[in-house]
């Protein structure tokens, strides 16, 4: 028994920020941002939560299968900017679509949440389950430091997913998911200072995200080339496209270079969405889908590889 991604969708808020947008506010510009990072725009959340976003995704996934929401095994979202630490994303998603067979819990890791996710997914669907959502989601411009723009240029908010349905043939190939958190501190976000009357107020550290962009930087060009590089070894010519963490064009130029692999294998849409953390890679995968792109036809070889806090990297190499 494997797991097989049967439908793919994507929920992002309506509201598009332009980079001359974030010019207006603060000391940054169109041509320092699409020069250092690719990003043209990214969407923002007006009134929408992380909830919203993926509950809407998961509706998108209902809609197009006819697989019912009480036939819904499992749901797991990989977030790390849920609304509440309790209930979970994924328990305000059961709920509102009533997949009352259904258990629930969010993830947390960061930009490698989905590839941690589907992983995880797999090994429900090998054991027990029949059929389970899996999705993304953020509203990462609630963790920003709206004054520090080296990082309140680099996000955005979005959520996306795929429904994984048993299946006699096997999709994940190969996978290898890592963590290093002896460097975790190099991309912090939503610490909670504790307010207790009975704690010491310790010196507070900061809620909002804050990442040593030069240490992460060299992390994904270093660590997780090596690790797609290790995983595929002479694979590397049979894989047809590369979907990795959309965190910043620059570095899919090095780490293509790195692999010694044709540079228009590695797609991108971080132009118009940001670094939307764990949704980056369904969003990305959707609207190739949706494209046509890529089909879920069990026709094609495809990396998933995701990297960033914790620290966490994880590759999948898959066939749809
Ligand atoms: O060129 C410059 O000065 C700067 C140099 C630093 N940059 C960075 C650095 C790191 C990331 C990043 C973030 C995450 C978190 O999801 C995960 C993975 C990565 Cl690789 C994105 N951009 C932007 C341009």
């Not at 169109?30 to 976003?53: C, F, H, N």
């Not at 389970?132 to 309140?152: F, M, N, Y």
């Not at 990305?284 to 966490?312: H, K, P, W, Y």
Request: proline share 3%.
């Amino acid at each position: 028994k494997y797991g097989k991604i049967t439908a793919t969708a994507s929920f992002v808020p309506s509201q598009i920020i332009k980079n001359n947008d974030l010019a207006k506010i603060m000391d940054t510009s169109d041509e320092w941002i699409k020069s250092r990072t690719g990003i043209l725009e990214r969407r923002m959340v007006t009134t929408e939560d992380t909830s919203d976003l993926c509950i809407g995704v998961a509706k998108k996934l209902l809609s197009k299968s006819n697989v019912t929401a009480n036939e819904i095994d499992f749901i797991i979202v990989a977030t790390m900017t849920p609304d509440f630490a309790t209930p979970s994303v994924a328990c305000m998603v059961q709920g509102a679509i009533c997949a009352n067979n259904a258990l629930a819990f969010d993830l947390s890791a960061a930009c490698s949440g989905f590839v941690y996710a589907l992983s995880v997914a797999e090994k429900l669907i090998q054991t027990t389950a029949q059929k389970g959502l899996v999705i993304g989601g953020e509203v990462l411009s609630k963790s920003l430091d709206w004054q520090d723009r080296t990082t309140a240029v680099l996000f955005g908010d979005g959520a996306a997913g795929v429904l994984l349905e048993v299946s006699d043939v096997p999709m994940i190939k190969k996978e290898k998911l890592q963590a290093d958190g002896t460097r975790g501190a190099s991309l912090t976000s939503g610490y909670v200072n504790n307010s207790s009357p009975f704690a010491d107020p310790k010196g507070q550290i900061s809620p909002y995200l804050q990442m040593e962009g030069r240490e992460i930087f060299d992390f994904a060009t270093r660590d997780v080339v090596r690790a797609i590089d290790n995983l595929l070894e002479e694979d590397k010519d049979k894989i047809d496209f590369y979907l990795l963490h959309q965190a910043n064009s620059r570095i899919l130029d090095k780490v293509a270079k790195k692999l010694k692999v044709p540079r228009e294998r590695f797609l991108q849409n971080m132009d118009r969405y940001g670094n939307t953390s764990g949704a980056s890679i369904p969003l990305l995968l959707d609207e190739v889908v949706a494209a046509g792109i890529v089909r879920l036809d069990g026709t094609q070889n495809l990396v998933f590889s995701g990297f960033g806090g914790g620290l966490t990297w994880g590759v999948m190499q898959v066939t749809l």
